[in-house]
């Protein structure tokens, strides 16, 4: 009778083997940290771009409001004798001048708030889909067993 080999013989690969495989895995796993890091790097700088517009924006609104409101006291001034103008008509002015401002930092900060939720959301499918759909194929992952 010969014996013939078992079909539930594992066959454990070598130190050399698993070394060689965990490289080409730190490999594949390093070009798609530079794959991310790259395309993270232009989304920032877009994100930065749309901040630094909106910054500009909220700057423009202030030195409108500013004027504005130097333009009214100048016309007010002018009407009539700064003596005659009543206090609450001065502090009801700067209040509402204050709500406009108020209001539209508000509306920027909530931009700034949805641009960086929708920044966030495009980073993490993107990654999301570069994991799946990447360009470098990951090495065979097989199980070993622990000796």
Same mark, same amino acid.
């Given at each position: 009778?010969?014996?013939?080999?078992?079909?539930?013989?594992?066959?454990?690969?070598?130190?050399?083997?698993?070394?060689?495989?965990?490289?080409?895995?730190?490999?594949?796993?390093?070009?798609?940290?530079?794959?991310? +890091?790259?395309? =993270?790097? %232009?989304?920032? *700088?877009?994100?930065?771009?749309?901040?630094?517009?909106?910054?500009?924006? #909220?700057? $423009?609104?202030?030195?409108?409001?500013?004027?504005?409101?130097?333009?009214?006291?100048?016309?007010?001034?002018?009407? +009539?004798?700064? =003596?005659? %103008?009543?206090? *609450?008509?001065?502090?009801?002015?700067?209040?509402?001048?204050?709500?406009? #401002?108020? $209001?539209?930092?508000?509306?920027?900060?909530?931009?700034?708030?949805?641009?960086?939720?929708?920044?966030?959301?495009?980073?993490?499918?993107?990654?999301?889909?570069?994991?799946?759909?990447?360009?470098?194929?990951?090495?065979?992952?097989?199980?070993?067993?622990?000796?």
């Amino acid at each position: 009778m010969v014996d013939q080999p078992s079909d539930d013989v594992t066959v454990k690969p070598s130190a050399q083997d698993e070394l060689s495989r965990l490289i080409a895995l730190t490999r594949h796993n390093s070009e798609l940290l530079n794959e991310c +890091r790259e395309s =993270s790097q %232009v989304r920032y *700088e877009a994100m930065n771009s749309r901040m630094q517009d909106q910054q500009d924006q #909220l700057g $423009n609104i202030q030195a409108r409001l500013t004027q504005m409101v130097a333009d009214e006291q100048k016309y007010r001034a002018a009407r +009539r004798p700064l =003596s005659d %103008v009543p206090k *609450e008509e001065v502090l009801q002015v700067l209040s509402g001048a204050h709500a406009d #401002l108020m $209001n539209a930092i508000a509306s920027s900060m909530e931009e700034a708030r949805h641009t960086t939720e929708r920044f966030h959301e495009e980073l993490l499918t993107a990654l999301s889909d570069r994991g799946r759909n990447s360009s470098i194929a990951p090495p065979e992952l097989d199980y070993i067993e622990p000796s």
